[in-house]
């Protein structure tokens, strides 16, 4: 998730300034509020499953203002269930990931160091 890297680069910054650390804690809070779990993407039949235990997982697209996942296919249409996207689109494209996940522990090192001084 793109998402995820953008956040790496801003916690590597070595002296972010407070408007920057709110946008640090946004970010973080967004990824952390928006985990799916209990779901689990099967890899082979390239479906969403119910899985107690299973995630965080976040979906590669989110919609402005309602933050519902969203996904395309090749019809140009736009969909909110990945299962309505044709198997060719599911099986060519990683419509969920578990990118955000290392990412927020490493958001969790860097507020204890900076203390949540911008929050």
Known sequence: MESASLLDFLLSLPEPSDELQRAIHAAAS???RHAITDQHWHPQLRVLQAK????PLWPRFAELNTNRPIFGDRDGEL???VHQVSLERRQGYAWYTERPAPTLKRYQRWRAAFNDAAK
């Not at 107690?52 to 995630?55: E, N, Q, Y």
């Open 30 to 32: 967004w990824l952390a």
């Open 52 to 55: 107690a235990g299973a995630g």
């Open 79 to 81: 969909y909110y269930d």
